[in-house]
């Protein structure tokens, strides 16, 4: 049985006061489910989030860290600093990441590198651009972003989750199609199968993530691949995040 997951990126939205007021409401609302919830705020507001979800199972998650372990980095943050307030897992190759930070696979290898010896969990994202999909390039596409993690310990495996995030899905309303969902999906089982085992393509927890909402989770989340989806907007309303946890 693989876990499922439900993760809310909250990008670069909400001030403190916000966050304690959505992260009060996640808790009284959040449904008794066999599904992991996670919520990703900020950092700023990430120490104030693990207190406040302290008896909630509600998890906590990072949208990102620095690969080194400490040092002459202005600006960034280590996995030491994550762990040391209480956090387990990190977001890590969003696409906006990629596309407006200049994250590429290199840089994402030694970040997940990192992640996995410090002990963190990693979900790392991954997915096509609408180019790539016209010209039915996506499959080669994804399979190389997935090199980073193909590079891996076996060992390591059960500290990632992938999510698979086609970019022209990513805050735009169009939402992949539940069998463009699946098919992709089931291709990653395949790649993994190959170039890893098969057993670690089974026990892999992928989530979809693109304009996920209350309204498509559900049959989404009904293909035997997905495991649960990593929500962006529609992770800063209450009632839609919960919605969709309920969907799982
Ligand atoms: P979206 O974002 O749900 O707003 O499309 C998804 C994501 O960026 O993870």
């Known amino acids: 049985m693989r876990s499922k997951i439900v993760a809310g990126n909250w990008k670069m939205n909400k001030t403190m006061a916000q966050t304690e007021t959505l992260l009060g409401e996640l808790a009284a609302k959040v449904p008794d489910t066999d599904a992991e919830v996670i919520v990703a705020p900020t950092f700023v507001n990430l120490a104030a989030a693990v207190n406040q979800l302290e ?5 906590v998650s990072a949208q990102n860290m620095h690969y080194a372990e400490n040092g002459a980095f202005t600006g960034e943050i280590s996995a030491d600093m994550l762990l040391d307030i209480g956090i387990g897992t990190v977001i890590l190759g969003h696409s906006e990441r990629r596309s407006l930070f ?10 997940v590198h990192t992640a996995i010896e410090k002990g963190l969990r990693v979900i790392f994202c991954f997915g096509e651009e609408l180019e790539d999909r016209k010209s039915g390039n996506h499959f080669k596409v994804v399979e190389e ?4 993690v193909f590079d891996l310990p076996l060992a390591s495996w059960k500290h990632i989750v992938l ?13 992949a199609s539940p069998d463009q969902a699946q098919e992709m999906h089931a291709f990653i089982r395949k790649a993994i199968t190959s170039s890893v085992n098969k057993e670690v393509a089974d026990k892999v927890t992928i989530l979809y993530g693109g304009s996920v909402k209350p309204n498509n989770a559900q049959e989404i989340f009904s293909k035997p691949d997905v495991d649960g989806g990593l929500i962006g907007g529609a992770s800063l309303k209450c009632d839609d995040f919960m919605a969709i946890v309920k969907a799982l």
């Open 55 to 59: 008896a909630s199972v509600i998890q």
């Open 163 to 175: 999510a698979y995030e086609p970019v022209w899905a990513i805050g735009t309303g169009e939402t």
């Open 102 to 111: 200049g994250e590429d696979s290199a840089l994402l290898s030694k970040k």
């Open 145 to 148: 972003q997935l090199k980073v």
